[in-house]
């Protein structure tokens, strides 16, 4: 857009309305005609410029709106009289509106720029945008912007504007920096705590099964009282079904069992004992040796470590129950105690 459309454009919207009062000069010495009653409505801060008294003003009745180009400048005038922005036009002075929405304190053009920017982020751009995100107070295109460079980090440090920022803006640097180490620490706790989940996940399903083996029975295993059913298809209930009865099968027969230094029957030892901590009905309950931790845990109470397991275990037993409805529910508060270390935990494929 050259000059002499930018002040054709300006006339033909304010000679729609009564005489022009005033003039914008911009720094190509373009001078726009406008209404002082519109740029005083629009803008708080043009309006404190046209109300200061006469003697601060110049004799003639101009706004000079410098460092930015004409065009940006008949936009943002535009935009006044009529609050509206073409995707062609944010397109082309995106960065310039947002400057000066900033400084003239429009903010519903400041909040149209900071989504039409946010939308057009480039490796080029991104540098500059972040930079002017910052100045202008805008937190969102400022995170947005963060992110992007974050994400894009290995093109972004190639660019000139990168190489800029580092000679003339260390601290914008080291923010950058800050920002990506930040989160980089923080995908890896959400990878730790999925893990975590799905581990309490698995323990809390394995108690289901648990029940449903001593209780139903399945398979190959099954109740005292209860013959077997010797199905040859696997369990369809429970993903942890099998595993957990082949444990059961070696924690019945295993000679080591006794003299503790048997893996597999430790973790069927723990396996019994967390069914224990976290079953309310001991005294009807199916599951082997139930009643007897309860009375142990009675007698001698449970280590701090091993409470936090149950109180998880209960909580992630709630979740699949709200995920599942035909589970028994178990009305127990999600507690964030921290990452323990449960590897004997993990059940047999």
């Known amino acids: 857009?050259?000059?002499?459309?930018?002040?054709?454009?300006?006339?033909?919207f304010s000679g729609e309305m009564s005489e022009t009062d005033i003039q914008v000069v911009t720094s190509g010495g373009l001078r726009i005609p406008a209404h002082s009653a519109v740029l005083a409505s629009s803008s708080t801060v043009l309006e404190n410029i046209l109300v200061r008294p006469e003697k601060l003003r110049s004799s003639e009745r101009t706004i000079r709106i410098l460092g930015v180009p004409c065009d940006a400048v008949s936009v943002f005038i535009r935009?006044?009289?009529?609050?509206?922005?073409?995707?062609?036009?944010?397109?082309r002075h995106g960065i310039h509106l947002l400057a000066l929405s900033h400084v003239y304190m429009v903010p519903?053009?400041?909040?149209?720029?900071?989504?039409?920017?946010?939308?057009?982020l480039t490796i080029e751009n991104a540098v500059d945008v972040l930079q002017l995100a910052r100045l202008c107070d805008a937190p969102d295109l400022y995170l947005r912007s963060m992110k992007f460079l974050s994400s894009n980090f290995k093109k972004v440090e190639e660019t000139e504007g990168w190489k800029f920022l580092q000679d003339h803006d260390p601290l914008l640097e080291l923010e950058i920096l800050q920002f990506m180490d930040e989160a980089e620490l923080r995908k890896k706790r959400t990878r730790r705590h999925k893990q975590e989940l799905s581990l309490y996940l698995q323990l809390s399903e394995a108690m289901d099964c648990l029940e449903h083996i001593c209780t139903e029975g399945?398979?190959?295993?099954?109740?005292?009282?209860?013959?077997?059913?010797?199905?040859?298809?696997?369990?369809?209930?429970?993903?942890?079904?099998?595993?957990?009865?082949?444990?059961?099968?070696?924690?019945?027969?295993?000679?080591?069992?006794?003299?503790?230094?048997?893996?597999?029957?430790k973790r069927m030892w723990q396996i019994l004992r967390l069914h224990s901590s976290i079953c309310d009905q001991p005294n009807d309950c199916r599951v082997p040796l139930c009643r007897q931790f309860k009375l142990k845990?009675?007698?001698?109470?449970?280590?701090?470590?091993?409470?936090?397991?149950?109180?998880?275990?209960?909580?992630?037993?709630?979740?699949?129950?709200l995920s599942l409805p035909k589970r028994k529910r178990v009305d127990e508060p999600k507690m964030d105690l921290g990452?323990?270390?449960?590897m004997n935990f993990r059940l047999a494929a």
Not at 79 to 91: F, I, N, P
Not at 339 to 342: D, L, R, S, Y
Request: charge should be positive; hydrophobic fraction near 25%.
């Open 79 to 91: 935009y006044l009289y009529s609050s509206k922005c073409t995707e062609e036009q944010m397109e």
């Open 339 to 342: 990452h323990h270390e449960v």
């Open 108 to 120: 519903q053009l400041k909040q149209r720029c900071t989504k039409g920017l946010a939308e057009r």
């Open 1 to 12: 857009m050259s000059s002499d459309n930018c002040s054709g454009d300006i006339d033909l």
């Open 297 to 321: 845990v009675q007698q001698r109470g449970d280590d701090d470590l091993w409470k936090s397991l149950v109180r998880k275990v209960v909580s992630a037993r709630a979740m699949s129950s």
């Open 218 to 265: 399945c398979t190959s295993v099954g109740p005292c009282d209860k013959e077997p059913s010797y199905e040859t298809q696997p369990c369809s209930k429970f993903d942890t079904c099998q595993g957990l009865q082949l444990l059961i099968r070696h924690f019945a027969t295993c000679k080591r069992r006794t003299n503790g230094s048997c893996l597999r029957c």
